[in-house]
């Protein structure tokens, strides 16, 4: 087993970079070393990973890395720095996304499942057969929510009022994977009930529902990764499958994706699965128009490779003409 690396200066770290080929020219030294210090090595270094050089020919060892550690030549640090500050306005961006999809998907199931009781989310009639024990689990968890948020207004007047916990607000306190979680355990019923006020085409097929369930589960691993402060831009997800009638709302040939596309895993499906559910919230947002014009920032153009984005072969022809088509429709 190795050793751990020794504990370098900003002045060691800058030079370590150098003996491996990255190029400070146009920085001031200072300047760079400031850099280092604010953001950290260990976190640039994974946005630098993709501008070291291949291993040829590749290890056959999974676990090992497939670039050895000098860069790829011309490898400016000004456009590592330039890629990293990409990756921060596309997380704020991408978050923002996201909490309006959370809102609105707690407020159905909210809706939904009080049509039910007010408890509707204790009773085992409305989970799949097969689930019960996840529904346990999943109580388990809740109540663990229940009490850390025992001093939130809602949850305290609820209980000394009725010593119950409505659905409509025990959905206040729960995170993006409380209610992923919750979803992929209903019974089917109530799964149709919930994409039918998505105003999904075919809310009985089975494609959608299970393609529903993988996209939230895709989404709460985003959504983690932006609270978290995780790289996100070059990022993937597991490929379990998403059918495209996810996206009935979106012109698929225009977007130039079929249920075989790679960037459906990528952060470019994440982007087009966001629109497809923010669209089902409101026919008017700017969110694509923001995003799209983040990707399209000549700032970024030299440090950012849009195929690591998912976008195919690097083109961002597809996500540039589903914004030209979408204020073709609204305007």
């Not at 800058?14 to 090595?41: C, H, P, T, W």
């Not at 400016?76 to 996201?98: E, H, W």
């Not at 083109?315 to 589903?322: D, F, M, V």
Request: glycine share 4%; with cysteine; charged share 25%.
């Amino acid at each position: 087993m190795a050793n751990l690396k020794p504990h370098l200066s900003y002045e060691d770290q800058l030079i370590k970079l150098e003996n491996r080929g990255m190029i400070f020219s146009d920085l001031d030294r200072k300047q760079a070393q400031k850099k280092l210090a604010n953001v950290g090595y260990y976190r640039l270094s994974g946005y630098w990973y993709p501008f070291r050089k291949l291993k040829i020919p590749p290890p056959s060892d999974k676990l090992e890395s497939r670039r050895n550690e000098n860069f790829i030549e011309n490898t400016l640090f000004s456009n590592i720095y330039k890629l990293y500050l990409f990756d921060v306005k596309l997380r704020n961006i991408i978050f923002l996304g996201l909490e309006r999809i959370e809102t609105y998907l707690k407020a159905i199931i909210a809706y939904e499942l009080g049509k039910i009781s007010p408890t509707a989310y204790k009773d085992k009639k409305i989970i799949d057969n097969n689930s019960h024990d996840k529904h346990d689990n999943w109580l388990n968890n809740l109540n663990i929510l229940i009490d850390k948020n025992k001093s939130n207004d809602c949850i305290k007047w609820n209980i000394e009022k009725y010593n119950e916990i409505p659905i409509w607000a025990i959905v206040e306190i729960w995170n993006f994977g409380t209610m992923s979680k919750f979803y992929g355990i209903l019974d089917d019923k109530y799964k149709v009930a919930i994409c039918k006020s998505m105003k999904f085409l075919r809310p009985n097929s089975k494609n959608v529902k299970l393609s529903l369930k993988t996209s939230l589960e895709y989404l709460n691993i985003i959504r983690n990764r932006c609270a978290h402060h995780v790289r996100l831009w070059n990022t993937s997800v597991s490929n379990n499958k998403i059918n495209l009638e996810m996206f009935d709302n979106l012109d698929l040939n225009v977007a130039n994706l079929n249920n075989d596309s790679p960037e459906l895993y990528r952060i470019a499906g994440i982007i087009y699965m966001i629109w497809s559910f923010t669209l089902r919230i409101s026919e008017h947002s700017d969110w694509l128009e923001t995003i799209v014009n983040h990707i399209n920032d000549p700032y970024y153009v030299n440090a950012v490779k849009y195929s690591q984005m998912g976008f195919n072969n690097g083109s961002l022809i597809g996500i540039n003409n589903l914004l030209k088509l979408y204020k073709q429709q609204t305007t």
